[in-house]
């Protein structure tokens, strides 16, 4: 019989408060996999060069750690409204990760105020991060409130390049079943939903998975590709792909002595290998979890078979103990592949198939002479591609000339139905287009799409956002 049954996954991703800060998480960091994590670090040796006499090789050392790969899947499972604000997604910190940090920003009415069914909304100086192309505003007077949805924008910029003046544009009023209502100048408005952003200083996380009873973690984790295949079956997955610093586990053991208000656990021999320090345990035989806590291990013992926790305990002889993660919740709802939407500058396109993908490769330092693993990693330049497959209209000669003449396009790419609070949104404001090919398949003349995403005219770190509304 097989011992361990992998399908008895529980999987935990949260953002650390620096790079490689191994941090524990909580049941909101819950996330459903789409296939099996893949953590893998590999051990290399250098042989002496001593000359013996003898053919073989006498000695090797080994050299520093260096960085492991890490592989994920998830479905995109939105987490809808609550509160005025649209939830983080299942699984939001990896778009962090991946895309540098989340949008936030706030301004007030301009001049004038709006009406109950004004669909452009005047803004003065804007404070924090410049705006997406699209997202979901909330309007707040003190007493009143309402979500706003807004699918285009328009700035004014002093010659800092400051945000001095704009408004919110195509607007949907009265959004996630708020209100509409009239608002007067000066009353605040802030960003209200999940809206992920490039930036330089990306973030690393922290992953935890458990399978059937045994636990493994690894900190220090980026995330440097995403993928994504479009199709009319099933549902839109994230592939994602990354490395990570240094790696541990926690699997089974039992007391070999009672530990009585200690921090010292005494374990039966060969036990302590089943741990590494940063991982939490539990008493499985009383069910003691340090409330939700579980117990930290700060070092281990191999030649004692002992642990060492940050809390003093008390249990008894042979009571069992065994790595501990949070009670896993699943969260959100998946999205269908059948509601995917896109669109071509203002054009909605109906598309048959295509991908997206985010190439933001990181470079772990492994050169650092010192003992353990990298301490931190430096970011490389990014590549973001995407692909449209359509059907070939009359109307997409255009299109060929366009491309051939090197014209820029604004792509968005919707996941979801276009329910509030649960939809994800793609936009790249700017892309170059390569000549679409076409050819004929069930006798259908259909054209494949190339873009490659560029930062939009004088702006930098804006050639991709993914924005959940």
């Given amino acids: 019989m097989v011992e361990i049954n992998p399908r008895k996954i529980k999987l935990f991703i949260t953002k650390e408060p620096s790079r490689g800060a191994l941090t524990f998480p909580n049941s909101s960091h819950s996330v459903l996999s789409a296939g099996w994590p893949e953590f893998d670090q590999a051990i290399h040796y250098s042989e002496s060069p001593e000359i013996r006499e003898s053919g073989n090789i006498a000695e090797r050392t080994k050299d520093k750690n260096s960085a492991g790969t890490a592989k994920l899947a998830l479905l995109v499972r939105p987490q809808g409204l609550l509160n005025n604000q649209v939830q983080e997604p299942m699984g939001g910190v990896l778009f962090e990760a991946l895309q540098g940090k989340k949008l936030t920003f706030s301004t007030t009415l301009g001049t004038g105020g709006i009406t109950a069914s004004a669909t452009t909304l005047p803004f003065g100086a804007i404070t924090g991060d410049q705006p997406a192309p699209r997202g979901v505003l909330l309007l707040d007077d003190g007493v009143n ?62 992953v935890w998975y458990e399978l059937d009873g ?145 190439l933001a490769d990181v470079k772990y330092l492994e050169e650092e002479i010192s003992p353990g693993a990298p301490s931190d990693f430096a970011e490389d330049q ?39 609070g649960a939809s994800c949104w793609i936009d790249l404001p700017r892309c170059h287009a390569q000549v679409p090919p076409t050819k004929v398949a069930n006798a259908v003349l259909s054209k494949t799409l190339d873009l490659v995403a560029l930062d939009p005219v004088g702006e930098t770190e804006r050639s991709a956002l993914i924005s959940f509304i």
């Fill in 145 to 206: 409130t309402e979500l706003v949805l807004y699918q285009a924008l328009s700035l004014t910029k002093d010659g800092s390049g400051n945000i001095t003046s704009g408004s919110f544009d195509n607007c949907t009023r009265g959004y996630g079943s708020t209100t509409a209502q009239s608002f007067l100048a000066g009353d605040a408005v802030s960003l209200s939903n999940p809206c992920y952003a490039q930036s330089f200083g990306r973030p690393s996380l922290s």
């Fill in 382 to 420: 990014r590549e973001i591609k995407a692909s449209l497959d359509s059907v070939f209209a009359a109307s997409d000669l255009k299109l060929l000339t366009d491309t051939e003449q090197g014209t820029t396009f604004r792509y968005a790419l919707r996941l979801g139905d276009g329910t509030a």
């Fill in 214 to 358: 045994v636990i493994f973690f690894s900190r220090g984790v980026s995330i440097s590709n995403l993928s994504l295949n479009l199709s009319n079956k099933g549902y839109p997955q994230f592939d994602l792909t990354g490395g990570f610093m240094e790696q541990g586990r926690a699997g089974k053991a039992s007391l070999l002595s009672a530990a009585t208000a200690s921090v010292t656990l005494q374990l039966k021999a060969g036990e302590a290998s089943h741990y590494s320090v940063g991982a939490r345990v539990q008493n499985m035989s009383t069910g003691d979890t340090n409330g939700g806590l579980g117990y930290e291990v700060i070092a281990v013992d191999l030649g004692l078979d002992q642990l060492t926790l940050n809390t003093a305990v008390t249990w008894g002889i042979n009571e069992m103990i065994q790595g501990y993660l949070p009670q896993y919740t699943e969260l959100g709802s998946p999205l269908k592949s059948q509601d995917t939407y896109a669109e071509l500058d203002n054009l909605h396109t109906i598309p048959t198939g295509g991908s997206f993908s985010v």
